[in-house]
């Protein structure tokens, strides 16, 4: 009993510390202004039946601020427009399954909360003829062009096919890929392997994932450089919630516990 209360006082000290280091004017407003696009679930989208923003982003999100004791300002907006929102101080952040890339660091700071990994998968109906992830060779893969998948295909495809290359194919998003998918335009999509299961489902029977995912990276939350004491709290609040065991019970929420990081890390991607 002792040694839980001084776990709890502790994690309480650190969290006080962490909310101290919030930047005056998001302390005074009582509040984050953070650029979502919900249109990727289980990570963010709209509920059906309520038109509400729901996904995994969306409750961790909110946890992360009630252990600030601050709320979240959701801001809807488009993938092209999230990164010029933080560079020019219209959103003080970006959590919207956002992959931390080194090429983003000079725009932004991102605090990793998820593992993502690159995974094939295809129809279902067409598992006998394509069985394996070299079956791909000089197929057509379709995946948002907005990603790092475009890159991780072709660098699997130069290592795996030779003169047989995968014919990529850039979509507007997982979802269009999924649609060309089902309508027969490509042989193969690529999505994060932190989305297959919930969109499989969704559909089931649907989908097969070929393979294990071929590249790994991190979802990170976007903040701008120059706000570290916004790091050291958002990355204070993850920790605090890995510990005290809300991290674990969203993920199960929403299929995502392989996908789990121990601890939050600052731009840790590649």
């Not at 998001?26 to 919900?38: C, N």
């Not at 923003?53 to 907006?77: H, N, P, R, S, Y």
């Not at 989305?195 to 976007?222: D, Q, S």
């Not at 929420?253 to 731009?267: F, H, P, T, Y």
């Amino acid at each position: 009993m002792k040694t839980m209360l001084t776990a709890a006082l502790l994690c309480a000290v650190s969290l006080s510390a962490a909310a101290a280091e919030l930047p005056a004017e998001i302390a005074k407003a009582g509040a984050i202004k953070v650029a979502i696009v919900p249109n990727y679930p289980p990570m963010e989208f709209k509920d059906p039946a309520t038109g509400q923003l729901t996904g995994f982003d969306v409750e961790l999100g909110e946890a992360i601020a009630k252990k600030l004791a601050i709320k979240l300002d959701w801001q809807e907006t488009s993938f092209d427009q999230m990164m010029p929102a933080i560079a020019t101080g219209r959103v003080d952040a970006i959590m919207s399954g956002m992959t931390d890339l080194a090429s983003r660091h000079e725009t932004a700071t991102f605090v990793d909360y998820l593992k993502s990994g690159t995974q094939f998968f295809i129809q279902q109906s067409r598992a006998a003829e394509l069985k394996d992830m070299t079956s791909l060779c000089g197929k057509s893969v379709g995946a948002s062009r907005r990603t790092f998948f475009p890159k991780d295909i072709a660098a699997w495809s130069d290592a795996n096919c030779g003169a047989n290359p995968i014919k990529f194919v850039g979509t507007e998003g997982s979802g269009d890929a999924r649609t060309q998918l089902k309508q027969g335009r490509i042989d193969a999509a690529v999505q994060g392997s932190e989305t297959l299961p919930y969109v499989m489902g969704l559909e089931p029977n649907a989908y097969k994932p070929l393979g294990t995912p071929i590249a790994f990276g991190f979802n990170g939350i976007a903040l701008s450089p120059k706000e570290k004491g916004l790091h050291a709290a958002v990355a204070g609040a993850l920790d605090a919630l890995i510990a005290d065991g809300t991290y674990k019970t969203i993920l199960a929420k929403w299929q995502l516990g392989e996908n789990a990081v121990d601890k939050a890390a600052i731009n840790a991607g590649q």
